[in-house]
């Protein structure tokens, strides 16, 4: 199956948080040298891939307009989260790109909690549990 535009824009707003904790860690008084260089490196890959994505979204669009390929597919939900909020009331592509990147963005905070060695196994499930709504409701 191709990519659409909500997967594509949803792999950019992970890069640009990738990015922005690349660079917070680079300029980190505690990192060495080493430790600089390789963030930097990773930084310039992470920066390529963006680039790359961009490029991605405006030829999925350029065909969308077209008429080539559909903007949106049919969801084919297995099973029922009663905690999962719906997007119907979404009426703009900028408003759902903008919910999109604030899901991502509680993602990977909450990627970040369940991967704390400090964290009880109650709340790792918990958290857990946060995660597959979260995931569900992008």
């Keep these: 199956m ?5 997967s594509l824009i949803d792999k950019l707003s992970i890069k640009n948080l990738r990015y922005w904790h690349l660079d ?5 008084k505690e990192a060495s040298d080493p430790q ?17 994505l961009l490029e991605e979204i405006d030829t999925f669009l350029t065909s969308a307009l077209a008429g080539e390929v559909r ?10 989260n009663l905690n999962v ?12 790109v903008s919910k999109l990147a604030m899901s991502n963005i509680k ?6 909690e369940v991967r704390r060695e400090d964290l009880p196994d109650i709340d790792v499930v918990k958290t857990k549990r946060k995660i597959d709504t979260n995931n569900q409701e992008r």
């Design 2 to 6: 191709a990519e659409t535009l909500g």
């Design 24 to 28: 917070e860690a680079s300029q980190a």
């Design 36 to 52: 600089k260089q390789e963030l930097m490196a990773k930084m310039e890959l992470v920066d390529r891939q963006r680039k790359e």
């Design 71 to 80: 903007i949106r597919d049919e969801k084919v939900k297995l099973y029922k």
């Design 85 to 96: 909020t719906s997007a119907k009331n979404i009426n703009h592509l900028g408003e759902a």
């Design 107 to 112: 993602l990977w905070h909450l990627e970040d």
